[in-house]
């Protein structure tokens, strides 16, 4: 987390636009005002004795549309920053973890398509590895042992200590423990696996050489 | 007089019971342990942790999550001192000296006087607020919804001239927010606005997804577009007691910094965030040699540090009297109070007068643990800021998602913090400042039904906003304060204030 290195030191200025940031900003900002404006377009505006559902909506997008109308004109007026340089790598890894963990954490139906309730068993590590690539500097061997320490350890805190309504794992899974097994037995079974499977990983890979890492480009984007 | 120590004993009598006193412990020491890793602020903290809390007691419940929030902040200050990275914008000025200070191998003196000057401002916080609560909460109950809508625009207003950057990108945040907080069914027509016809929409954004992404996630990809650098002291803590010396040198700051912090921190808007860098200021006038501050200044950790924990203390003033968030952290607080079931505002007070004189008790408390936490433990904290980042945010990812899920047991709204995360991250790419947002997001709601309150009552007249007195002082006061910001000159010193390094 070093100061930023940002885009603005290429200073190549092209064209009447002298504030690319504000430019863009103000863009989004009429983009978002004309968004609402359209979203609310047949709702009743009322009378300031009895408002109706629009009223307040459609002022304020009309006064954040102005705001960027604003900063569109300064862009032309004003020198201003440049556009930060962007990366897709992290908001894309982060995202995409994030999506799984949705997806599989209670199962998930959208027409023809279904996916069963996998729980936090399967979520916690699919969200960790996915999310874990999120930087170039991920190591799997490090991820792996990552998600199957912290994911039982979440278990037993949430689902067990904290009996916070979190499905913890595939119901299929109960048939495979002995059948008087509480939830909660089967709960602890599966994270002190889980455990026992991180320290064997981080025990049988210790002495390995570091593998050849993923050393693409250091500097965080792609 | 006798009522304020019978209130306080109320107070103590609620906040030592074990259970209490176990809870502000564990807030304030998974508050530190979070705080101090970089780049986790106490606002994703709180989001985070939120869940944690929903099956205590409501008075339990807010005991641990003020004592995470002082938590995180004292834990952001050791990240500032010993790596150079303020967490967030109140230790950005310890920064300044407190590294230069550990630079020079006295990092465990920085840390304690910080430790210290921090609990006495907490303490005399406090007694500020238990002296302060019961005429404020008077004057709230003669409020009605047009002094009620006048007050929310001042905070907002305080919030925009309080905001770094941009004026006009501040407001248009708070436009913005406050348009996010119509989404959902209106309340007396039952139309459903902007909704997109999804039916998760039906009830509006919910707080906690929105702040857990604009501050969570977006600040996980924003870190990610770095390279991590991370500056770690490696010289010697040092002795953590200050000297003699040190204490004469300090004392002084500490009391100034603790009276300003305390009176920004009433103020609406985001007064926390002042407190230290009108207590620099002032320290660096007032110094014989200003020479020394940016190299390693005492004075200029010990005001700050004081003015941030009494700053941090007397905001939840506004919060606990009137109902309404100074900002984002107490907006938090008011998602937690809601979920327990308490509408925050002046009836809490007489409604629940053990939760409100317990939470006040119990920052005392909290201030005394985090003496005993920080001090002797900070060996452990310095190990744990070479946690390297590519393994603590993946943690942090997890535990949004856990935390975001057992709130409403939604699977959209996991979806929905990386939506709020990637507009955040776009947000701060175009120079625009998340806090504003949150915080016209909380206050929309209040505003829109006080605001059609107070015209049912005036039949349409917005005269009625100047007509009542109360409202149209307030009123005034944000007209002023935002005139004055967008006066040039002065709004060049408000830069120079808000310079980062």
Redesign the interface.
């Known amino acids: ?2 100061e ?2 940002s885009g603005d030191l290429c200073p190549a200025r092209a064209g009447p636009v002298r504030s690319p ?2 430019l ?2 103000g863009l ?2 009429v983009a ?1 005002a004309a968004l ?1 404006l359209w ?2 377009s047949d ?2 505006q009322g ?8 009223l ?2 459609r002022w ?2 009309i ?2 549309g102005l ?2 109308l ?2 569109v004109g ?1 862009s032309f007026t004003t020198d201003g ?1 440049f ?2 340089r ?2 897709l ?3 894309v890894f ?2 995409g ?3 799984a ?3 599989t ?2 199962g ?1 139906s959208f027409g023809a398509f279904a996916l069963p309730g996998l729980g ?1 068993l399967v ?2 590590p699919l ?3 996915l ?2 690539y ?2 170039p ?3 799997l061997r ?2 792996v042992i ?2 199957l320490s ?2 039982p350890f ?1 278990m037993v805190l ?1 689902g067990d200590l ?5 499905p913890v794992f595939p119901q299929a899974l109960t048939s495979l423990f002995p059948a008087d097994w509480s939830q909660k037995a089967v709960l602890r079974a599966c994270a002190a696996l889980m455990t026992a499977g991180a320290i064997v990983i981080f025990l049988a890979t210790r002495n390995r050489h570091p593998g050849p890492v993923d050393v693409a480009d ?4 792609i | 007089m006798g009522d304020f120590f019978a209130n306080l004993s109320l107070g103590f009598g609620v906040a030592l019971s074990l259970q209490n006193l176990g809870l502000a412990f564990l807030g304030c020491l998974v508050g530190t342990l979070i705080g101090v890793l ?2 986790v602020g106490p606002i994703a903290t709180i989001a985070m942790l939120l ?2 809390t ?2 205590l007691d409501p008075t339990g419940a807010l005991i641990m999550l003020a004592g995470i929030y002082y938590g995180a902040q004292y834990g952001g200050s050791t990240t500032a001192i010993l790596v150079n ?1 303020p967490g967030e914008a109140t230790s950005v000025v310890t920064a300044l000296d407190g590294h230069e200070m550990a630079k020079q191998g006295r990092a465990g003196v920085a840390l304690g006087i910080a430790a210290i000057g921090s609990f006495f401002a907490g303490t005399v916080a406090t007694l500020v607020i238990a002296a302060l609560g019961a005429p404020l909460t008077g004057l709230a109950l003669v409020f009605g919804p047009t002094e009620y809508f006048s007050l929310m625009v001042m905070g907002l207003v305080f919030a925009v001239v309080l905001a770094r950057g941009s004026i ?2 501040a ?2 945040m708070i ?2 927010g ?2 996010l907080s ?1 989404v959902g069914t ?1 309340l ?2 039952g ?1 459903e ?2 909704t ?1 016809g999804l039916p998760f929409l039906s009830d509006g954004i919910d707080f906690a997804v929105l702040a857990m992404g604009i501050f969570g ?1 977006a600040e ?2 924003r ?8 500056d770690v002291v490696r010289q010697a803590i040092g002795r953590l007691l200050p000297n003699r010396d040190d204490f004469r040198q300090s004392y002084k700051p500490v009391v100034r910094g603790t009276i300003l912090g305390a009176i920004l921190g009433i103020l609406p808007g985001n007064g926390a965030v002042l407190g230290p860098f009108a207590s620099y200021t002032l320290e660096k006038k007032l110094a014989k040699d200003p020479r020394r501050f940016g190299r390693g200044a005492i004075e200029g950790v010990a005001g700050p540090e004081s003015a941030n924990n009494a700053g941090a203390q007397t905001s939840f003033i506004p919060l606990l009297t009137l109902g309404i968030p100074p900002n984002a952290v107490m907006a938090l607080m008011v998602g937690a109070m809601t979920i327990h079931g308490i509408i925050p505002g002046p009836q809490v007070m007489t409604k629940n007068p053990n939760l409100f004189w317990g939470m006040i008790a119990s920052m005392w408390v909290g201030n005394l643990m985090l003496l005993v936490i920080n001090l002797p433990m900070v060996g452990m904290w310095v190990r744990l800021l070479k946690v ?4 603590m ?3 942090i ?3 949004c ?2 935390g975001i ?2 709130i409403n ?1 939604l ?2 709204d ?2 929905f ?3 709020f ?2 507009v955040g ?2 947000l701060i ?4 400042e998340p806090a504003p947002m949150l915080l016209g997001f909380v206050l929309g709601k209040l505003m ?1 039904e006080n ?2 309150r107070a ?2 009552i005036s ?4 005269e009625t906003f100047v007509n009542h007195p109360i409202s149209a002082g307030l009123l005034a006061v944000a007209a002023i304060l935002l005139v004055i910001a967008l006066l040039p000159s002065i709004r060049k010193g408000r830069d120079e204030v808000f310079v980062e390094d």
């Not at chain 2, 790419?429 to 625009?432: A, D, M, P, Q, Y």
């Open positions: 987390m070093s930023t290195v940031q504000s863009v900003a989004t900002l978002l609402s979203l609310i709702l009743d009378t300031l004795q009895s408002m109706g559902p629009a307040l909506p304020l997008a006064a954040v705001c960027g604003v900063l300064t920053d556009l930060e962007w990366s790598r992290g908001p982060v995202i973890s994030i999506l963990f949705a997806l954490i209670r998930y936090l979520a916690g969200g960790i590895i999310g874990g999120a930087t500097e991920a190591r490090e991820l990552l998600a912290l994911t979440c949430f904290l009996n916070l309504p979190i250091h500097s965080g984007r | 970089p780049g869940p944690i929903f099956g990275i006009l990108k407001i248009a436009l913005v406050v348009l119509t209106d007396e027509t139309e606005r902007m997109f996630i996980i990809m870190n990610l577009d770095h390279t991590e650098h991370r390297p980042y590519r393994l945010f993946p943690a990812l997890m535990f998602a856990i899920y057992s047991s699977p959209t996991v979806m913090i990386g939506l995360g990637f991250y776009v790419k175009l120079g625009f829109e605001l059609r015209l049912i039949r349409g007249s917005l």
